[in-house]
């Protein structure tokens, strides 16, 4: 089938090109450990009362932006090595002209339309007369999830687009698929199988436990605590298993594009 093959296409697109994956995006996962180890020092220098000053706030709005930021170049990066083969320089590959903060309010922007689309989707739904249970409550949350993914691959195709250069407006990118709402249907429950899976290994190696978070909540206030060794991996094979998803997800978009727009083959 088209979505499932589409889904294998951009796995391979990671998997068989997981250094290049690491050079693109590897910098990033490691300053972004770093941030979040320096917050908590700053923040939770008193393990009993975590400490918001003037410092901790600024240094949590600029991890923020960094974080944007980061995020929209791994995509174009990764968007440029896909469609363009144009393999990234430097440590941190970034260069002048790449369109960062224009795919991020892109988006930003799509991501504010699917928030619409679920929020009158859920009014329509809770509109009709069925009896107010937990399998109704299941089947409409089924249905609103895969409508707002649908919709997002399709209106997302305008993402690489961007990273590319190209033009590519939100009604081309709904023409582009008009004819692909079956595949894209089964890409997207690809996908939520995949990530599923992954999680339950996850959750299966470490026995379902979080392995002694670092925060927890007492009488409603924030606690400290130290983290276990098990905890050291949890963090690490969650945190893989999030960065290899993310890659993935940016993958899809390309392979999309490709097929869609540019008329690729999925060899």
Do not use: C
């Not at 250094?19 to 320096?38: D, N, Q």
């Amino acid at each position: 089938m088209l979505g499932f093959q589409i889904f294998l296409h951009s796995l391979r697109q990671v998997t068989g090109n997981i250094g290049m994956a690491v050079r693109v995006s590897g910098w990033f996962v490691l300053l972004v450990v770093i941030g979040i180890v320096g917050i908590f020092s700053m923040v939770f220098s008193d393990p009993t009362q975590p400490s918001f000053d003037g410092m901790a706030t600024l240094l949590v709005f600029g991890f923020l932006i960094f974080f944007i930021w980061g995020g929209s170049l791994i995509a174009v990066v990764w968007h440029r090595y896909v469609l363009l083969e144009e393999v990234p320089q430097g440590a941190i590959p970034y260069r002048s002209g790449l369109n960062i903060w224009t795919y991020f309010w892109y988006t930003f922007g799509i991501a504010i339309i699917m928030i619409v689309v679920a929020i009158v989707l859920s009014v329509v739904l809770a509109m009709l007369i069925f009896p107010d249970t937990l399998l109704k409550n299941a089947i409409f949350s089924i249905i609103i999830g895969f409508v707002v993914v649908v919709l997002f691959y399709r209106l997302a195709l305008i993402l690489p687009a961007v990273a590319i250069d190209n033009k590519l407006s939100l009604g081309d990118a709904m023409q582009a698929t008009r004819s692909a709402l079956g595949p894209i249907l089964v890409l997207a429950i690809s996908v939520v199988i995949f990530n599923t899976v992954l999680s339950e290994i996850a959750g299966f190696l470490f026995n379902g436990d979080q392995a002694n978070a670092m925060l927890r909540i007492e009488n409603d206030q924030i606690i400290y605590t130290e983290i276990s060794g098990i905890g050291i991996m949890y963090f690490i094979v969650t945190g893989a298993i999030q960065w290899f998803s993310l890659m993935l997800s940016v993958s899809i978009l390309s392979t999309l594009y490709g097929y869609f727009v540019e008329k690729r083959g999925l060899s």
